[in-house]
């Protein structure tokens, strides 16, 4: 089955331009330096109609579902419970509408700890007393080891993000990878034969819970896919330069890029 992979934020946790910085990447006029908090975008048809998935719904939600002309979302998947993935669930709401019309709800696949977090900054939400009228008509669903949408299955590759262990996803022969520090062994294992990886490669320097370029690098080769992208930048990598020093299968993505995939 053919589908499309939007990017619909590849920055980090507080976007770039940084607030208050003036380096170089945050003064660019590169539109490929301007980055929202990190997202996808999954689309394919299924019995003659459009089926929308998103990963990770961040602050910037709003924003990149406009840009993106989204009119509905059959499901989201969560990586984690991070502010920078979480905190632009509300605005579903008005996407969530039309699926109420139709007598049902969005789901939202998320670990029990996510799930957790998930409960607790939108109460008013999802929790069982909720009478908020204009509330999301979202289902918080358990994230288990394979999930299928409309003809579509996801699986869940679990990825370290320092000390916490969080969900990365492959569909198809696509897998989408973020705020990952580790790739434990027995998930090298769901890798296998993809034609597109996506991984996080924060900046160059180390981090306790992010993978530098160079460690996205040999994950990428080690995991062979024809061709790899990088998301979850810091405004220590410039678009262009970082993209002239890299092998010719593997870019940096940017905000709105769309890919064709194979699902």
């Known amino acids: 089955m053919d589908g499309l992979l939007t990017f619909l934020g590849t920055g980090t946790s507080m976007g ?3 607030l208050g910085c003036d380096c170089p990447v945050c003064t660019s006029d590169d539109p490929h330096d301007r980055r929202m908090r990190p997202s996808i975008l999954v689309r394919w048809h299924e019995s003659g109609r459009e089926r929308v998935v998103v ?3 961040g602050p910037d939600f709003r924003e990149q579902a406009l840009r993106a002309g989204l009119h509905r979302v059959d499901a989201v998947f ?3 419970g991070h502010a920078d993935h979480i905190l632009g669930m509300d605005d579903l ?3 969530s509408f039309a699926v109420a019309r139709e007598g049902g709800q969005i789901p939202l696949y998320a670990a029990e700890e996510t799930a957790q977090t998930l409960r607790r900054v939108y109460d008013y939400t999802l929790a069982p007393q909720a009478t ?3 509330r999301a008509r979202v ?3 358990p994230l288990t080891d394979r999930m299928t949408v409309h003809g579509v299955e996801f699986l869940r590759v679990p990825v370290e993000h320092g000390s916490m262990r969080i969900a990365g996803f492959r569909f198809g022969r696509t897998a989408y990878m973020t705020d990952v520090s580790a790739i434990p062994e027995s998930s090298f294992a769901l890798l296998q034969g993809l034609d597109c990886v996506i991984l996080s490669a924060l900046r160059h ?3 306790p819970t992010h993978a530098t370029l160079d460690q996205a690098v040999a994950w990428a080769e080690r995991i062979g896919a024809r061709q790899a992208w990088f998301t979850h930048i810091a405004h220590d990598l410039g678009h262009a330069a970082t993209n002239r020093s890299l092998p010719q299968n593997m870019q940096l993505a940017f905000d709105g890029q769309t890919l064709a995939i194979t699902l």
């Open 205 to 207: 320097k180390p981090h």
């Open 93 to 95: 709401r008005p996407l």
């Open 16 to 18: 770039v331009p940084t």
């Open 78 to 80: 969560y990586t984690h």
């Open 132 to 134: 908020y009228i204009n």
């Open 55 to 57: 990963i990770d719904t």
């Open 139 to 141: 289902q918080l669903q």
